[in-house]
């Protein structure tokens, strides 16, 4: 769940997954909703490494590591199949340094929940790398970038 949501937005069901169980009386929806996200968030905290190691998780981080503040900007604004025929390398920047930021912001706040899943953070960096660098290569022509973006992530899967 935690690969495709972060527990609180609706996924398949239009509900949330973590939501206070139906027919408590007297609670406010600003309760409601605070409850909900302790509960996504304690959920994420448990299933944090499986999220991120899932066979279904592509580049992106899973939606569940909204919880830890990391982001993914760089993917999903900037990513080169995706932005229309050129990028304005200034943006990619932006949104590169950005996710970092809060990959090391994370790593820093809490070391023992980044060290459960260093490797998938060391490849997430590397892959937000990649993404910047075919910016800077290809920057007036996605589609070049788009061709070398699905060979370097061939070549990362067989890894």
């Not at 609180?8 to 609670?27: E, K, Y």
């Not at 279904?56 to 981080?61: E, T």
């Not at 909204?66 to 949104?95: F, K, N, Y």
């Amino acid at each position: 769940m935690f690969v495709h949501s972060d527990g609180i937005t609706p996924l398949l069901t239009g509900q949330p997954s973590f939501r206070v169980p139906a027919g408590v009386t007297g609670i406010t929806p600003e309760a409601e909703a605070a409850e909900s996200a302790k509960l996504a968030r304690a959920a994420w905290d448990a299933h944090r490494a499986l999220a991120w190691r899932h066979p279904s998780r592509r580049l992106p981080p899973p939606r569940g590591a909204r919880w830890d503040g990391i982001t993914c900007t760089t993917w999903r604004e900037q990513h080169p199949i995706s932005v229309g025929e050129a990028w304005d390398l200034a943006d990619v920047q932006e949104a590169f340094d950005d996710d970092v930021a809060a990959v090391e912001a994370f790593q820093r706040v809490t070391p023992r929940a980044a060290a459960e899943i260093a490797d998938d953070l060391d490849q997430y960096l590397a892959d937000l790398r990649m993404l910047r660098s075919l910016a800077e290569q290809f920057a007036d022509d996605r589609v070049k970038a788009g061709d070398a973006w699905q060979d370097y992530d061939v070549r990362r899967r067989a890894q």
